[in-house]
């Protein structure tokens, strides 16, 4: 149940807005100075990769215990 939930329409819609908006704040804190100098290699571009993957997964994963709490009422 809670991957059927975690990869319903709504859930990934706000999870990615989610984290499109805090990753881009993360990538601007942690790496906006590398990516001024242009100086990304892959090490970076995985880390900024993840900047994005952790918000999806905590976004994802509360609107899916939220939805459980709901329906289990």
């Given at each position: 149940?809670?991957?059927?939930?975690?990869?319903?329409?709504?859930?990934?819609?706000?999870?990615?807005?989610?984290?499109?908006?805090?990753?881009?704040?993360?990538?601007a804190i942690n790496h906006g100075d590398a990516i001024m100098n242009n100086e990304i290699n892959l090490k970076r571009a995985l880390k900024i990769?993840?900047?994005?993957?952790?918000?999806?997964?905590?976004?994802?994963?509360?609107?899916?215990?939220?939805?459980?709490?709901?329906?289990?009422?």
């Amino acid at each position: 149940m809670f991957f059927k939930l975690a990869l319903s329409k709504s859930v990934v819609t706000n999870a990615i807005k989610v984290s499109l908006v805090v990753g881009s704040v993360l990538v601007a804190i942690n790496h906006g100075d590398a990516i001024m100098n242009n100086e990304i290699n892959l090490k970076r571009a995985l880390k900024i990769g993840l900047n994005y993957l952790v918000p999806y997964l905590v976004a994802s994963y509360s609107a899916v215990k939220a939805l459980q709490q709901q329906l289990s009422k």
